[in-house]
């Protein structure tokens, strides 16, 4: 009996002690796993704990123009930081973050808050949330098996239970407590640390905040980005945070999730030489977050200087004749119109594109695109930039594509010179019209010279000289029909049509138009009147004004084609080391430079009696230039294009110029000579005049 009443006894303190260490490891995991937001290993973090800082930023390289004017550089900055777990392990986490978001408020800076959710009742979920935002959110919606279809003020509900924001709290506090309580959550989720709360923050705030010591709220150094010209923004690009679709390619790179990149223009293109090597940093913190003692340090290594191969004084005159042109033709039309009353409105130049090259060694020297905007204003005004109909953050220069228009008659008559259907000496009669295929099997095609609709006739008696000068259509019809579209074809990939210019920012490759193209796109087959129209530029070829500005180049220099660079060296973080200079880089040379020389001179002939002669007279170097006119579809109004290189003899520059609605090729060669004006003006090849005054 007494065995079997030691037994019982026995086995109810056993049962009893089990229960008792179960309810005390299922407290714990309540407190510590389920209802905890810090993982197990910041929860039971000492007073003092070891943290490591991820990066110490590398200045970013500066950038300049050719001559060495400073055009981007990057400037001492200061961002306050907050770490999740020193917040966490206090008492009061939401009361600090209400604390310092009050005082970043009363100091007028803004601060990141990227929940997309309005910031206040009624909440709604922000209807242009970028693709990063809405990854985010479903990040953090997978995570805590949230439904996706949850409303924004069920979402907002949510929230505030799961941080424990008591309702005593005021809608408004609770909304920006909420915004950031749940950056630093997901910033965990995603394991991205730290969390620059305010970025380039001013004195007055950074003396505020480290006066009132708030635990896990420091201020850390780094740079921002500093504009020295309101010029160039297509060129220079911008920086920002690494986007989504590139962050396992920067991952692989070794930058930090939430490293600041180049993302368009030169920013992007030579970010390898800019961003330098940034430099790691173990500091041992209270509970607090303050720094106790650094344990280790790897100081960052500046990122290299990157000189371009433009000259921002060029630039600036480009981008301003391009702007004053297009307002210019607009405010005669708007004229015209009040004049005529009769309701009906003129369409208005719209866009446009300014390339000047070196065509000898393919660096350009300008590159402008209109509608513009400015580098230094863009990111705080990106939204309204990038919804502005007119897209100016598009860069024309190298993503526009456009017709050639009778610039392209230079490629047909080399065309023509190469395979025999033509010499210098050939002559085609103009009588106004090309009646070839003018008959029922060929649905009555007829083409006419632009002449015809003027004079009722045309040019009469042409060699290749004289047809380039009057632009004669029906002597360009005739020897691409003859050519054919194969040799057409090959003449244009020569000047290098269809083929990416190899300038390092984004830029559209163009089309040549082939029969496999048309059918491609659902046009029809390929018929003799396709081949008659695209041997005067009016056909399906396409080509961007940095590809004219080649095509020109090529033309100039007797027919080496280069690769187009924006890139003319780059020089160490303290400028006392070269690391790269450009080198001209031959893609082709024409096989036939005594044909160059025929085309040279029909261009020379265009200054010199023809449609430039009036543009350029008097101008005291020799000019040769080649206009075009192209029409539109939807529009009666024709886009401009006009392309030269000057001096004529050894050649230093090629510009070309294109006008959306600009009307014709002869109406905008006005930027052309302001661009080559200021450019022969810095050689001392021109006189300096001073503003409203006139060359001789």
Known sequence: ????????????????????????????????????????????????????????????????????????????????????????????????????????????????????????????????????????????????????????????????????????????????????????????????????????????????????????????????????????AHILGYVNRIPPEKAEYFKELGYPADAIVG?????????????????????????????????????????????????????????????????????????????????????????????????????????ASYPTYDPATLLANYTQVANDPQKPLFNRATSGTFSPGSTFKLVTGYAGLTMGVINDTTRIYCNGLFEKYNTEKNGWFLARCWIYPITGDGHKSETLLGAIRDSCNVFFYTVGDNVGLTGMVKAARDFGFGQKTGIEIGEATGIVATEEYKLSKNLGPWVAGDTVLGAIGQGYNLVTPTQMANYVSTIANGGERNTMTLLHSVKSFDYLATNYTHVPEIVQTLEHPEYIAQLQQGMREVVRNGAAKSAFLGFPVTVAAKTGTVQTSGSDINNGVFIAYAPYVNPEIAVSVVVEKGGSGARIMDVAKAVMTKYFEKSAKLPVVGEGSLNP
Do not use: C
């Not at 009363?106 to 979920?125: K, R, T, W």
């Not at 408004?172 to 910033?187: K, N, Q, S």
């Not at 977050?289 to 960052?300: C, F, K, L, M, R």
């Not at 210019?328 to 866009?351: Q, V």
């Open 263 to 367: 993302r368009e223009g030169v920013e992007a293109a030579f970010e390898q030489y800019l961003h330098g090597v940034d430099g790691t940093r173990t500091v041992r913190l209270s509970e607090n977050g303050a720094v106790v003692d650094i344990v280790s340090e790897t100081p960052p290594v500046a990122g290299q200087n990157v000189y371009l191969t433009i000259d921002i004084d060029v630039q600036e005159t480009a981008e301003r004749a391009l702007a004053e042109l297009i307002a210019d033709i607009n405010r005669e039309r708007e004229e015209e119109d009040r004049e005529r009353d009769d309701g009906i409105k003129t369409a208005l130049a719209e866009s446009g594109a300014v390339v000047l090259a070196d065509p000898n060694t393919g660096e350009i020297l300008a590159l």
């Open 1 to 232: 009996m007494s065995k079997f009443y030691f037994k019982s006894r026995l086995a109810v303190v056993i049962i009893f002690t089990v229960a008792i260490l179960t309810g005390y490891v299922a407290a714990l995991y309540k407190i510590q796993i389920y209802d905890s937001e810090i993982p197990v290993e910041e929860a039971l973090a000492p007073v003092v704990v070891t943290r490591r800082v991820e990066t110490l930023r590398a200045k970013r390289g500066d950038i300049l123009d050719r001559n060495g004017k400073l055009l981007v550089s990057s400037r001492p900055s200061y961002n306050i930081v907050l770490t999740r777990a020193a917040i966490l392990a206090t008492s009061a986490p939401n009361d600090i973050l209400r604390d310092v978001i009050r005082l970043v408020s009363e100091s007028g800076a803004g601060y990141n808050d990227d929940l997309p959710v309005s910031m206040a009742s009624p909440f709604e979920y922000d209807p242009s949330m970028t693709g990063t935002q809405r990854g985010r959110l479903d990040k953090y919606f997978e995570y805590f098996g949230i439904k996706p279809e949850i409303t924004a003020s069920d979402f907002i509900v949510w929230l505030r239970t799961h941080y424990k924001i008591p309702y005593t709290t005021g809608i408004t506090d609770a909304r920006m407590i909420i915004g950031v309580r749940w950056e630093l959550e997901l910033r965990a989720i995603l394991n991205i640390t730290p969390y620059s709360f305010v970025a380039d923050a001013p004195p007055e705030l950074i003396a505020r905040v480290a006066e009132r010591a708030l635990p896990g709220v420091s201020v850390e150094t780094s740079t921002v980005r500093e504009y020295h010209t309101e010029w160039a």
